[in-house]
């Protein structure tokens, strides 16, 4: 029996956490579409952000769909070069992040090739879905930022042609099962990873400065960490490993268990475009406090807010929290699958009909 399933290539350049998790989702959430996903696995940035339309050369050569969806780590005007059999399909471009906001490592070459690859998607794509109105309008903002340094020949409008064609659409996060254990609410959480563009050495200084007023809390620590010990978490483990009652990347269940046990999930980060660790531990229950910046501005209220690298101000205000507890954990059901999925499918029927260049009504 001929199969009358409308076909979707999805191309995602960079299999880290939330991009794996994001195309787990959308493959098993909507299976009334024929998928073909392809992946590279979340390693050699640099090589990745450029070099997926050859890696991928062969493997594309033939494939045929209705629609594609590449994320924005796709080289997708290289991509459609490449590959005329699939320049001509209606095409979303997915911003999970945007190289215009996002921190420059140390040891990292400071370029304006990742930024330019992603503008070249956007105006190559027939639509462009951002996960957050804050990645949206920094890519915009440092898009027109870039570009207006160049000396000549930039066309007009470049900011509207882009804007016309985009949408919000969050990753659904998975809100854990309700914890079987009693909340601790002087169990504080990190679940970021122990990278640089989390900032993890104000965490390491506010907890340490919080120990020294004599609160009393424990800390889980959680996330994935880079082979070689990084020096905020050693500090953490040498100077109040009494506290410590989680360390390491765990296992889904033993992390959902932590989460509907923790009181307060803290973040210190540099970026963040969506923030999906800190939204599924606050659908869990815990409250959140984090940077008054980022995508956050546009998730937690005010009182779960504190001056992005205050190391004084964070640890005053969980000082405070613990010793005369913390706000409720903010309302965040309008990232749940309930409520997402019937944008996502609304976008998906639209555009494996052919909707190019009509962008739903934007959240943000």
């Given at each position: 029996m001929p199969n009358h399933r409308k076909r979707i290539l999805l191309l995602s350049a960079y299999r880290a956490d939330s991009h794996a998790a994001w195309a787990d989702w959308l493959t098993t959430a909507f299976d009334a579409f024929d998928w073909k996903l392809l992946e590279l696995p979340g390693r050699h940035f640099r090589w990745r952000i450029r070099g997926n339309p050859i890696s991928w050369l062969d493997h594309l050569e033939g494939v045929e769909a209705d629609a594609v969806i590449a994320t924005s780590m796709?080289?997708?005007?290289?991509?459609?070069?490449?590959?005329?059999?699939?320049?001509?399909?209606?095409?979303?471009?997915?911003?999970?992040?945007?190289?215009?906001?996002?921190?420059?490592?140390?040891?990292?070459?400071?370029?304006?090739?990742?930024?330019?690859v992603q503008i070249y998607a956007a105006l190559a794509a027939d639509r462009i879905a951002f996960n957050s109105a804050f990645n949206r309008d920094s890519f915009l903002d440092g898009m027109?930022?870039?570009?207006?340094?160049?000396?000549?020949?930039?066309?007009?409008?470049?900011?509207?042609?882009?804007?016309?064609?985009?949408?919000?659409?969050?990753?659904?996060?998975?809100?854990p099962p309700a914890a079987g254990a009693a909340r601790d609410p002087s169990l504080i959480l990190w679940s970021h990873r122990w990278e640089y563009d989390k900032a993890p050495e104000i965490f390491a200084q506010a907890m340490q400065r919080l120990a020294a007023t004599g609160a009393d809390f424990r800390l889980a620590l959680l996330g994935a960490r880079p082979a070689q010990t990084p020096e905020p978490?050693?500090?953490?483990?040498?100077?109040?490993?009494?506290?410590?009652?989680?360390?390491?990347?765990?296992?889904?269940?033993?992390?959902?268990?932590?989460?509907?046990?923790?009181?307060?999930?803290?973040?210190?980060?540099?970026?963040?475009?969506?923030?999906l660790a800190i939204l599924e531990a606050t659908a869990a229950g815990a409250t959140p406090l984090v940077p008054d910046a980022l995508a956050y501005r546009e998730q937690y209220p005010d009182a779960c807010r504190y001056p992005q690298g205050d190391v004084d101000t964070l640890t005053e205000r969980l000082r405070v929290w613990l010793q005369h507890g913390a706000p409720p954990a903010p309302d965040v059901r309008a990232w749940t699958p309930e409520r997402l999925e019937p944008d996502w499918q609304g976008m998906l029927d639209d555009l494996v009909a052919g909707g190019r260049n009509r962008a739903r009504v934007s959240r943000g």
């Open positions: 796709v080289d997708l005007a290289t991509l459609r070069g490449l590959q005329p059999h699939l320049a001509a399909l209606p095409t979303l471009y997915y911003v999970h992040e945007n190289q215009f906001a996002y921190p420059l490592g140390r040891q990292q070459v400071d370029s304006v090739d990742p930024q330019m027109e930022s870039l570009l207006g340094r160049m000396p000549d020949a930039v066309p007009a409008g470049l900011r509207a042609r882009i804007q016309d064609r985009s949408e919000i659409l969050p990753v659904p996060i998975q809100p978490l050693q500090r953490l483990r040498e100077t109040l490993g009494d506290r410590i009652i989680a360390d390491g990347k765990l296992p889904r269940s033993a992390y959902d268990a932590l989460l509907g046990r923790a009181g307060i999930v803290v973040s210190t980060a540099l970026h963040e475009f969506q923030g």
